[in-house]
């Protein structure tokens, strides 16, 4: 039999409008759920990153501050025994302009011990430890302080600064310095005053300070070139020494001074 479609009794069920808007709205509900519970995990894990960054940057700026407190002790040390070193070297420059060689004075022996025989105590080597690893690996970036920032930049150049000037030292010590030792200096005082001793710079002080005194010849007297010695001693310790105290050791102190009181100001360190 041939099915009539006017027929209301196998007519097709229409689409309920309700049925269709909850649908819809279902499915906007389950998206903003969905929508939320990723937006949720991206800021705790946002969160988690900048907690662990601050943790890192705190450790950081412990482990600098402890190495720049510790290099701001020395440094005054090392100025100190410059200023020493310098002092030694003007006395030994008006020794050997009107005194005689022949036989020299305790003060003699003990100006020639700082001012010529010694150059470790004078050497300042600032530590880098930490500073190497926050310019080498990225992590200045966790300190967001734009003037910390530029303070370490400052300084990584003061320290560049001083270990140029300590090498030109060195350079001068090699040509002008160690010759005078070949040829003047006593050995046998030398033996008879550290004796089993490794740290002449103590043993010297302790020397100073007694009333013992030690034979100390001034070798090979013929070859002595007055005025040359002289010339060498003022260029090693006005040039070398003091230009490097006085300028570069002082820019770094500066720089050390401004970069502690900074520190303990942003990450809240204690001495």
């Known amino acids: 039999m041939e099915e009539n479609p006017n027929n209301p009794e196998i007519q097709q069920p229409l689409m309920n409008p309700t049925a269709i808007k909850r649908n819809w709205t279902s499915y906007f509900k389950e998206f903003l759920m969905l929508f939320l519970a990723v937006f949720a995990g991206f800021m705790a894990e946002n969160y988690r990153d900048k907690l662990t960054e601050e943790a890192w940057a705190k450790e950081l700026a412990i482990n600098l501050y402890e190495e720049l407190k510790a290099d701001s002790v020395i440094v005054v040390i090392k100025t100190e025994t410059r200023i020493k070193q310098e002092k030694a070297l003007q006395e030994l420059m008006h020794y050997f302009e009107d005194s005689s060689l022949t036989e020299v004075s305790k003060k003699f022996s003990v100006n020639f011990l700082y001012g010529i025989a010694y150059r470790t105590p ?96 001034f070798k090979s007297l013929e070859k002595f070139d007055k005025q040359g010695t002289i010339n060498a001693l003022g260029i090693y310790g006005m040039n070398g020494l003091a230009s490097t105290r006085s300028v570069h050791f002082q820019v770094y102190k500066d720089v050390n001074t401004k970069l502690l009181q900074l520190l303990r100001k942003e990450f809240k360190i204690k001495d």
């Open 122 to 217: 004078s050497l300042f080597e600032p530590r880098t430890v930490i500073l190497e690893q926050l310019q080498n690996s990225g992590s200045l970036r966790y300190f967001k302080n734009r003037e910390l920032q530029k303070l370490i930049g400052d300084l990584s150049v003061a320290i560049n600064n001083i270990n140029d000037r300590q090498r030109l030292e060195t350079d001068i010590r090699k040509e002008y310095i160690n010759p005078l030792l070949v040829l003047h200096y006593d050995y046998d005082f030398h033996r008879m005053l550290v004796k089993d001793s490794v740290t002449s710079i103590t043993v010297a002080a302790a020397y100073e300070a007694s009333d013992e005194i030690i034979p100390f010849e």
